[in-house]
Nanobody, 129 residues
Framework: QVQLVESGGGLVQAGGSLRLSCETS????????MGWFRQAPGKEREFVTS????????YYADSAKGRFTVSRDNAKNTLYLQMNSLRPEDTAIYLC??????????????????????WGQGTQVTVSS
């Protein structure tokens, strides 16, 4: 089993930046494809981005392309999300998740929430206008 703990959220003005971290423990971090998801008040949880086991492949939701960058440090068992040019509509709880469902990098299928068995509790990001 994998335990995930997010940090780095906070209040930022529109146009600002935040860097989220997801520290993991338990099973070998590099065995998992990792994803970031978010859930805004009154909305369903949605995919943000994902990254392959070695970090060489990534996939982004259209809303994140060009503004967000996902990365991972397998030596530190940590996943990151650099968020730039933040907008009020980015306000949400951001959650990291781990998937062992794919043998190979699945590309667009890495956005499927049901493929992620392990989830963190989330960190709140609030962007003011």
């Amino acid at each position: 089993q994998v335990q995930l703990v997010e940090s780095g959220g906070g209040l930022v003005q529109a146009g600002g930046s935040l860097r989220l971290s997801c520290e993991t423990s338990g099973r070998t971090f590099s065995n998992y494809i990792m994803g970031w998801f978010r859930q805004a008040p009154g909305k369903e949880r949605e995919f943000v981005t994902s990254i392959s086991r070695g970090g060489g492949s990534t996939y982004y939701a259209d809303s994140a392309k060009g503004r967000f960058t996902v990365s991972r440090d397998n030596a530190k068992n940590t996943l990151y999300l650099q968020m730039n040019s933040l907008r009020p509509e980015d306000t949400a709880i951001y959650l990291c998740a781990a998937s062992a469902s794919f043998r190979l990098w699945p590309g667009t299928s890495s956005a499927e929430q049901e493929k992620y068995a392990y989830w963190g509790q989330g960190t709140q990001v609030t962007v003011s206008s």
